[in-house]
């Protein structure tokens, strides 16, 4: 269709960011959008490879960085709310409380960096199956009572190709729905804006092609060091985003130092 090609409807870029390839697709109108079958709005994808105890955790920490700290900038002066979506007890849905783990913010007092937010905090809403409560509507009820401006979203993600699958970190500023959240997240049922950071770690049923994968991404010992890596390198990332005064090393020492068992 031309309205894919009109730069009036969607813009494209893609590039290479200390060694990971990235790319930028921004959907500008409601007819992009439905041929897409997106909503309007910005989408950045990271190609990590395989995320594994084996990955390149610096440079992809540094190459995450850039595009969160993009899409958090037009809130910065403001308080921002951190929300790790998902089921700890659940290897493939556990990223997002796995993430907060890892992020402390009370420890970040003693760090004596100035932060680009005014106030932050970090909540697990659980999930709806055990909690029986609307998670959008918990995550708005903290939002509210904090004043946030905004909220990012860290989640597991469900994909339809198996080259993504584990080997993709996927942000967007549209909402997110987890592969185990019966609704989507987003501005609409949060009440203000979403950031969102997704990692696909489970595969549409439909979209399974055993051929594809090996056999060895199904232990649970490669999906926990999946989420380990993630974990690890989304915490820093966002340590880094919001503390421009942090380089690789002083997050990563802090991630390291202050894991919350």
């Given at each position: 269709a031309k309205i894919l ?78 929300c790790g979506i998902g ?175």
């Amino acid at each position: 269709a031309k309205i894919l090609s009109d730069p009036c409807h969607l813009e494209l870029r893609e590039w290479t960011s200390n060694g990971f390839p990235v790319s930028q697709l921004i959907v500008k109108s409601e007819q992009a959008a439905e041929l897409l079958k997106k909503v309007p709005g910005t989408y950045v994808t990271i190609m990590t490879g395989l995320l594994d105890l084996a990955a390149d955790v610096d440079n992809m920490t540094a190459c995450l960085v850039e595009p969160l700290r993009e899409f958090l900038a037009p809130f910065f002066g403001g308080k921002l709310l951190i929300c790790g979506i998902g089921n700890q007890e659940q290897i493939t849905d556990s990223l997002g409380p796995e993430t907060i783990r890892r992020l402390p913010l009370k420890a970040m007092e003693g760090l004596e960096v100035e932060s680009q937010f005014i106030g932050m905090a970090t909540v697990c809403p659980g999930v709806e199956w055990n909690t029986n409560l609307n998670t959008a509507n918990v995550i708005a009820g903290v939002a509210s009572r904090m004043g946030a401006d905004c909220v990012l979203l860290i989640d597991s993600m469900a994909c339809d190709n198996c080259n993504r699958l584990c080997a993709t970190i996927q942000l967007s500023n549209t909402g997110m729905s987890g592969h185990n959240a019966p609704r989507v997240l987003d501005r609409q049922t949060i009440g203000i804006p979403t950031v969102s950071i997704g990692i696909p770690t489970v595969l549409n049923s439909d979209a399974f092609r055993p051929e594809c994968i090996p056999d060895t991404m199904f232990t649970v010992s490669h999906i926990s060091a999946v989420i380990k890596t993630a974990a690890y390198a989304i915490a820093s990332a966002v340590l880094q985003a919001v503390c421009p005064e942090l380089d690789g090393p002083s997050a990563r020492s802090f991630v390291e130092h202050n894991l919350i068992w």
